[in-house]
């Protein structure tokens, strides 16, 4: 199997992050996959923000943690204390790809995203894809997070990818073949 479908295929969604800071290298190096991706007439609609604060990180996480416990389903907040208690996994680095929200930016943004999550993976270090990111930046605080992270004027929230050196790992999830349909 060539280099990019072994890190396709053994590439997971890392929950737990031994919270070491990465390498200015490794950062830039995730940074310049994500301006490669393909986009939609090359518009690129998109605004990279990689954050290696971890003071920034763990905030952002509080403040979500304390949103979801106000929502009136329990069942997330119950899910994430199971699992330690934290959205970002103590994540040294996480990646904000932002949209300008024009025509195809989403699917350009989540190609973007992806193409984070293996270029870390590739790094041989560990990431997760993170919508719940945007629940500190909705809350309370959310002015103050979209400052300190400096969204540009008309960018708002795509996906966001956290990432470090895996603490503990998993296998990768089993394909469902039942998902794919063959047309010849």
Known sequence: MNETLKAIMERYSCRDFCGDRLADEQVQAIVEAALAAPSAMNKMPWHIVAVT???LIDEMDAAAIEAIGQWED????NRITERGGKIFYNAPCM????SDDSNFAAVDCGIATQNVALAAHG???GSVICAMAKIPLDGPRGSEFKKLLKFPEGYNFGMAVCIGRVNSGKPPHILDHNKATYIN
């Open 53 to 55: 604060n971890k003071g």
């Open 74 to 77: 329990k069942g997330l907040y």
């Open 95 to 98: 990646v904000f790809i932002l």
């Open 123 to 125: 790094l041989g270090l």
